[in-house]
């Protein structure tokens, strides 16, 4: 006879979604920094003057280089579906040739 045990499990509904307009990955031996951001400009009252202030949001995602690696695959293959239902994704040409990737002694940087 099968014993049933039972298993008590509890789902951590996390944070509202996050827009991100901007990202910024950089590593280290022992992982990966992933930094979305988003960047809201509104208009406020400071003082007797209107001002136009930028709030920006982050969230920051650590991944070991494993992990890392499969998001990577995991990503590139829902780009290629989405692309065969939707058509190819367009990102604009850059005006000026720019350096994407800074080195720096703890690792590289990419902004994006």
């Known amino acids: ?4 045990e039972k298993v008590n499990i509890h789902v951590d509904p996390g944070e509202e979604a996050f827009f991100t307009d901007t990202v910024t990955v950089s590593h280290t031996q022992a992982k990966f920094v992933i930094d979305f951001s988003q960047t809201t400009p509104r208009f406020d009252y400071i003082g007797d003057s209107h001002q136009q202030v930028f ?38 040409k850059k005006k000026k040739k720019e350096k994407d990737v800074a080195s720096s002694p703890e690792g590289t940087r990419y902004i994006g």
């Open 1 to 4: 006879m099968v014993k049933k």
């Open 55 to 92: 709030v920006i949001k982050h969230r920051v995602v650590i991944m070991d280089p494993v992990v890392a690696k499969n998001f990577l695959n995991i990503l590139k293959e829902n780009i290629k579906k989405y692309e065969k239902k939707f058509g190819k994704i367009e990102t604009p």
